[in-house]
């Protein structure tokens, strides 16, 4: 098995698999492989089981650009979209050069080599390897797979039921006419609730504050008139464009009125629950539309569950855990069997990974983000990040084709090496999200920083990105090209020729 690769990939999770793609489309003769932690293809959604797991974007965007996604379901759930992920891995040949079981825990780049060398924990023994590339692509996600956030809760070891976060759901939990308590608004407890209340005895929504919440059609019926009468990659990319474009039309409005989205999300709102519901205390936020990630119902699953009575929301701060449930600030108490900690996730970098260049430690906290994808004087490595406005495959196919185009750049030009330098002194550092969410916020000292201006600016805008990313110049002032420091000679004679995977 070779030790050296041209690329090594790091994930083999929705991104990971769209990265082994592009790198087989556009760089044909450099070498790469995968390495995946865990025991399988998937990343997020083989790790998360939990009741109603699903897309909270369309799957017309969240789909590889390369293959349209021809489910009927554009909201998709779990399972689909995990399928989709490997069919695309084994179509493509991509599952073929993915290392399981290899855990990476460090990479040092070495400037006189011009690679860098990945240590890897191997299999259940945790055997130590160590691979060089000469490139690192790092698609290993944005949250530790660990665990999730829980908040210390007052009085939770007094609690006599079961307490379960969404990202540890096991098959054992058996909530069957049990009474359910979902604490938190986001996401995930949007999906949990209606879903569980389908056979709970009761489940309650345990909110803090409120969050937006819109219904949309689980299936997109123009998606499913252009299916029926184009190609299925034109309809597919005719479809994508369409959604595209409303998203970014709908963001805009929300920043430019956001009073006025404000009274149409909650309009919806009171349309789906009726007059008599109070609207104000639950779903009204106390910030603008899209300061946080809007939450998505398909058909207004949620809303259903509201009004048939299996469910409800109530909006409150927990005192303290009891034998019983839960006690509330309020004075009120919340009977429960099983509570559920859709809490949030636990943000790390670059999967946790301990980086250093020339043996000096990398605080990838002290760097700024170039161009959404590479970080300031780190040689020759991208990490595959997505939107917070949009769906997260739309950034990280564009971040691929840019990984692809410098590879391609590098090798016409005889360059081995290419680091952003912040060599501009008017550029200010900003927060690397513009976003309000508690686990943003709780992250945001560990991760890079965005700048004040072009490259170092993320404007989380898709058709400004396909102009930088897939169409802009690669020689930048920003960047700085390097050719390698050894000669092939010495390369030779130290034994360690490049073996091809």
């Known amino acids: 098995m070779s030790s050296h690769f041209d690329v090594l990939i790091v994930g083999a999770g929705l991104s990971g698999i769209g990265a082994g793609y592009h790198l087989q489309k556009n760089c044909p003769d450099r070498s790469y492989a995968i390495l995946e932690g865990r025991d399988c293809i998937g990343g997020t959604w083989d790790l998360f089981r939990y009741p109603g797991i699903r897309s909270d974007s369309d799957m017309y965007t969240l789909g590889y650009s390369f293959r349209p996604w021809t ?33 990476v825990i460090s990479a040092d780049w070495s400037s006189a080599d011009s690679r860098w060398t990945v240590e890897v924990e191997r299999g259940p023994e945790k055997a130590i390897e160590r691979l060089t590339c000469s490139f690192l692509f790092m698609c290993s996600g944005y949250y530790k797979y660990e665990q999730g956030y829980t908040p210390d809760f007052p009085g939770i070891a007094n609690f006599a039921g079961r307490v379960v976060h969404p990202q540890k759901w096991t098959d054992d939990i058996d909530y069957a006419g049990k009474k359910v308590v979902v604490i938190g608004s986001g996401a995930t407890a949007v999906t949990l609730v209606p879903e569980m209340a389908k056979t709970a005895a009761h489940v309650t929504m345990l909110q803090r504050s409120p969050t937006y919440v819109v219904a949309r059609p689980d299936k997109d019926k123009v998606a499913d008139w252009l299916r029926a009468r184009l190609p299925a990659k034109l309809a597919y990319g005719l ?70 009575g299996t469910s409800s929301v109530v909006t409150d701060q927990i005192e303290t855990f009891t034998p019983e449930g839960i006690k509330l600030k309020s004075g009120k108490a919340l009977d429960a069997d099983i509570v559920v900690t859709a809490t949030g996730l636990d943000l ?26 590479m970080y ?40 081995a090496q290419v680091t952003p330098r912040r ?69 030779a004679a130290s034994g360690e020729a490049r073996q091809v995977a």
């Not at 790390?348 to 260049?357: E, I």
């Not at 739309?394 to 090798?411: A, F, H, I, P, Q």
Request: aromatic share 12%; with cysteine; glycine share 6%.
């Open 71 to 103: 489910e009927p379901k554009a909201i998709a759930d779990g399972p689909s979209i995990l399928n989709y992920v490997r069919d695309t891995a084994r179509m493509y040949g991509i599952d073929r050069k993915i290392r399981f079981n290899h855990r």
């Open 239 to 308: 479809t994508r464009w369409k959604n595209v474009l409303f998203g970014m039309y709908f963001y805009r409005l929300c920043k430019r009125d956001p009073e006025r989205v404000k009274k149409l999300i909650l309009g919806g709102v009171r349309h789906a629950l009726g007059p008599d519901y109070d609207v104000a205390t639950h779903f009204t936020p106390r910030y603008n539309p899209w300061d946080q990630r809007l939450c998505l119902v398909p058909n207004g699953d949620l809303f259903e569950s509201l009004r048939s």
């Open 348 to 373: 790390q970098v670059l999967g946790g990974l301990a980086l250093s260049v020339d043996g000096a430690a990398v605080d990838l906290s002290k760097t700024m983000n170039y161009k959404g994808l």
């Open 376 to 415: 300031s004087g780190v040689p020759n490595l991208a990490a595959a990040f997505g939107y917070t406005n949009a769906s997260w495959t739309l950034k990280c196919d564009l971040s691929c084709e840019y990984v692809c185009r410098t590879l391609n750049y590098m090798k016409a030009n005889n360059y």
């Open 423 to 491: 060599n501009d002194p008017d550029v200010t550092e900003l927060p690397w999200v513009d976003f309000s969410s508690g686990y943003i916020q709780r992250a945001a000292a560990k991760f890079p920083k965005q700048g004040s201006r072009r490259p170092w600016r993320l404007y989380q805008n898709y058709a400004l990105d396909i102009m930088t990313l897939r169409f802009g110049a690669l020689a930048d002032d920003a960047l700085e090209f390097l050719p390698a420091r050894r000669t092939a000679a010495a390369n």
